[in-house]
């Protein structure tokens, strides 16, 4: 059973932007620190960005402050990733991940569910 779901990817020009979402039919994100993965073919899961569970927190990879924004929409159970002025580099699948937990984490091992991942394709 996947516990979260990924959208908004695509395929988008260098520059160009995409709103990702992380969502979840069956569970209440509002008690979830969330985190932001991605994997390129052949390269290991890195950390990209997370949220602490009441949106007070955030951290960033050094690779994408600046251009993504991570939020959370309690209403809509809901934790976004905005992309903007992609690069082909940012070429990846994302991945939302989730841990019950007051704070936040850049290691994947730290999560305790995943999504299925959404891919994104940035042409140059």
């Known amino acids: 059973q996947v516990d979260l779901v990924e959208s908004g990817g695509g395929l988008v020009q260098a520059g160009g932007s995409l709103r990702l979402s992380c969502a979840s039919s069956?569970?209440?994100?509002?008690?979830?620190?969330v985190g932001w993965f991605r994997q390129a073919p052949g390269m290991e899961r890195d950390f990209v960005a997370a949220i602490t569970y009441d949106g007070s927190t955030t951290d960033y990879a050094s690779s994408v402050k600046g251009r993504f924004t991570i939020s959370r929409d309690k209403a809509a159970n809901t934790v976004y990733l905005q992309i903007n002025s992609l690069k082909p580099e940012d070429t990846a699948v994302y991945y939302c991940?989730?841990?019950?937990?007051?704070?936040?984490?850049?290691?994947?091992?730290?999560?305790?569910?995943w999504g299925q991942g959404t891919q994104v394709t940035v042409s140059s």
């Open positions: 069956g569970r209440d994100l509002s008690y979830l620190a």
């Open positions: 991940a989730g841990r019950t937990n007051v704070l936040l984490s850049p290691e994947a091992g730290w999560y305790s569910i």
